[in-house]
């Protein structure tokens, strides 16, 4: 028998069945880890059984991932565990009513996002039912009332809520804010300071020290919960030079097959390479201006993650040392970056959380 029976409950909006960004990454993230986590845990007497539960977003979803929905559910039943969904209480099956830099119509009011909060409270008060103790991760604005919830009518000490903070109003969003929703970020940072039981979460150093000045976040009440990156997995490690030059040139033959002779990756040009979504905010088109500024001794090479025609347009405004990337290769933007003559990888988004998002930084 293990000393402890311990369950471990991942509320999220994006990872399993839903791809996407941050969220997506850091979710997609913990289940890759949690057979060496539950492996270590059990040399100390710990028996760890994992669970995820996810806003339903339908197949009708323009990020639904049917694969990874039957891969990630066969991984956690594997361990013990088991794939919950919430309801989505936004029209027609889609979050709406977001005011995010690119447009997004992401979270949801906050009437929608209260509904998601006691309902992934509900499931998870369910599943410490059937254990010893229990550690909920509340990821992101879609549950940030859970822990409130979670513990106002009858706070049970042995189930642990961490409020998870990927984003916030006064970084991400634009004016005008939503009041209420800042007020909610105040509630939850607050709820961390009146209850032991609940903490804060951060995907940063830079999110930590946000909500300490911004927020009045306690700092006792804030712990680390990692930004989605498994170091363990093969795709993060350091690539040889010749690897990396072999995988651009591959990639250099493709260009010249499809007649886009002009973006093709020259061997004897320091780069700047810039990735990221192709919507105006991340600005991904300035890195051609810098290298036009350094002159032609330099290259910038801008991957896309989806056609950007706009893209191409400005790179051949300039008519040289522009390379367009139109499909997101990790691999290749990993070779890229790993160049000893890659000089710089300039993330210039403005009105990003943060800066950089887990989808971008675990390149970096």
């Not at 991942?10 to 949690?34: F, Q, Y």
């Not at 990020?63 to 794939?83: R, T, V």
């Not at 889609?94 to 996002?113: C, K, L, M, Y």
């Not at 410490?128 to 706070?155: E, L, M, R, S």
Request: net charge negative.
């Amino acid at each position: 028998m293990p000393e402890l029976d311990l369950a471990a409950v991942h509320l999220t909006i994006e990872g399993i069945r839903a791809k996407g960004g941050g969220v997506c990454t850091v979710t997609r993230g913990h289940l890759a880890t949690l057979p060496r986590v539950k492996k270590a845990l059990e040399t100390k007497g710990i028996r760890l059984t994992p669970y995820f539960v996810e806003t339903h977003f339908d197949e009708t979803f323009s990020n639904f991932d049917a694969d990874h929905l039957a891969k990630a559910i066969k991984e956690i039943e594997s361990m013990g565990g088991s794939y919950y969904t919430v309801l989505n209480a936004s029209p027609n099956g889609h979050p709406v009513s977001a005011n995010w830099p690119g447009g997004e119509d992401f979270f949801g009011t906050p009437e929608q996002i209260k509904l998601q909060s006691i309902a992934g409270a509900s499931i998870a008060r369910n599943i410490a039912a059937k254990h010893q103790k229990t550690v909920v991760w509340c990821h992101d604005t879609f549950y940030i009332y859970t822990p409130i919830y979670g513990t106002f009518q009858d706070n049970d000490e042995s189930i642990k809520w961490l409020r998870v903070v990927h984003s916030t109003t006064l970084k991400h969003d634009r004016e005008p804010v939503d009041p209420d929703k800042i007020g909610a970020e105040y509630a939850s940072f607050y709820w961390a300071k009146r209850f032991p039981n609940v903490r804060i979460g951060t995907i940063s150093k830079f999110v930590s020290d946000h909500l300490v000045a911004d927020y009045a976040a306690d700092p006792a009440t804030i712990i680390p919960t990692g930004n989605g990156v498994d170091p363990i997995d093969p795709k993060y490690r350091i690539r040889s030079q010749d690897e990396c030059e072999a995988k651009i040139e591959e990639y250099n033959k493709k260009l010249r097959a499809e007649g886009k002779e002009r973006y093709v990756i020259p061997k004897d040009k320091k780069i700047l390479l810039q990735f990221g979504r192709p919507v105006p905010y991340k600005r991904l088109e300035v890195t051609f201006d810098a290298a036009k500024e350094l002159g032609d001794d330099y290259q910038a090479v801008v991957v896309s993650l989806g056609a950007a025609p706009y893209l191409e347009e400005a790179a051949d405004k300039i008519g040289k040392n522009c390379t367009v990337i139109n499909a997101f290769d990790f691999d290749l933007c990993a070779c890229i970056a790993q160049l000893e003559r890659c000089v710089a990888v300039p993330i210039l988004a403005k009105g990003e959380p943060f800066g950089l998002i887990p989808a971008e930084i675990r390149l970096l």
